[in-house]
């Protein structure tokens, strides 16, 4: 089975604080991807990568960085955390060459930016 | 580009009923992937059906059955003899079918109470 852990289930952090997102995955994935969850909004995409130490913006990478050093960690920067940056942080991978194309989730970080 | 949409942002049906979970895409892509996730109440999100454009049969996965209509955009999904587990909120996604590209779009959901 595939498996997508994140580093926190919750976390607190407070305006200005400079904030890491971890990503694992165990299946030697190539893609890996962030989106932030809200409600009303559905996931949206913030950014994903194809390959290590490549990375490509998604819909809404304002505020956002992140970092790819070993193709089975993609970490996600909020370089000077803000309150509008509250939200559930989840984390996919997915592989190009496999037959059953889907991506695969971890369980989730929710932040609070106070 | 493309867009998903959920028309029902929530609904609630009888334990052991069947439900109906609706989704209209647009594209202009010819072959591609449609998905739908599964998310618990502070769980993971959990892929439920898969469906190929290309491939003309209804995706079922036992107790879950889609209803995809590609002229008409349309890809729906049946829970049959609903179970209190099945209360989650459920999302629908499209993927292109194209090398390498494995975005994925998301409907902004609909959230589905299974009363006993």
């Known amino acids: 089975d595939v498996k997508v852990t994140q580093s926190s289930r919750y976390l607190v952090k407070r305006t200005g604080e400079k904030v890491f997102l971890e990503c694992v995955q165990d299946?030697?994935?190539?893609?890996m991807f962030w989106y932030r969850q809200d409600p009303g909004l559905g996931l949206r995409l913030i950014y994903f990568?194809?390959?290590?130490?490549?990375?490509e913006k998604g819909d809404i990478p304002e505020g956002y960085s992140v970092s790819r050093e070993k193709k089975e960690r993609f970490s996600l920067i909020l370089e000077s955390a803000s309150t509008n940056q509250t939200s559930m942080y989840l984390c996919a991978s997915s592989t190009p060459a496999g037959a059953e194309k889907t991506q695969y989730f971890g369980p989730g970080t929710r932040l609070l930016v106070l | 580009a493309q867009t998903v949409t959920q028309s029902q942002p929530e609904m609630s049906v009888q334990e052991a009923e069947t439900v109906t979970l609706s989704c209209t895409y647009d594209t202009s892509e010819s072959n591609y992937y449609l998905f739908w996730y599964k998310q618990p109440p502070s769980r993971q999100m959990i892929l439920v059906i898969r469906?190929?454009?290309?491939?003309?049969q209804n995706a079922t996965e036992n107790r879950f059955s889609v209803n995809f209509q590609k002229a008409a955009k349309s890809f729906s999904l049946k829970i049959s003899d609903s179970q209190l587990g099945d209360t989650a909120m459920y999302f629908c996604a499209f993927m292109k079918h194209a090398p390498g590209d494995d975005k994925i779009i998301f409907g902004k959901g609909t959230r589905l109470h299974i009363l006993p």
């Open positions: 299946m030697d994935h190539e893609n």
């Open positions: 990568s194809y390959d290590v130490k490549m990375k």
């Open positions: 469906q190929e454009a290309y491939k003309q």
